[in-house]
């Protein structure tokens, strides 16, 4: 069965940075755009930023400035470089190849003091 498997959350103080990383199957990595998404609780599930093979970056309006989408080819990962975190990006984020049905397990980000 074909897995996006992400890692790096956590929990963080307003301010501070952490990157996360989502890991692909090749065949799949060279297919698609890859992107992040984030859902916090009770809200609907957002897209934060997405990356095409060729490397052109789009963002959502709040993280614009803050957060940096990248991928490897190759290691077939994708990043999300998340700095000046605030409370508000508190929620758990998924990748996706995005226009696929094919997502990761989520990682949670906690941004609290």
């Known amino acids: 069965q074909v897995q996006l498997v992400e890692s790096g959350g956590g929990l963080v103080e307003p301010g501070e940075s952490l990157r996360l990383s989502c890991a692909a199957p090749g065949v799949i990595f060279t297919r698609f755009a890859m992107a992040w998404y984030r859902q916090a609780p009770e809200k609907q599930r957002e897209l934060v930023a997405f990356?095409?093979?060729?490397?052109?970056?789009n963002y959502a309006n709040s993280v614009k400035g803050r957060f940096t989408i990248s991928r490897d080819n190759a290691k077939s990962t994708v990043y999300l470089q998340m700095n000046s975190l605030k409370p508000d990006d508190t929620a758990v984020y998924y990748c996706?190849?995005?226009?696929?049905?094919?997502w990761g397990q989520g990682t949670q980000v906690t941004v609290s003091s």
């Open positions: 996706r190849a995005f226009g696929s049905s094919l």
């Open positions: 990356i095409t093979t060729g490397g052109t970056t």
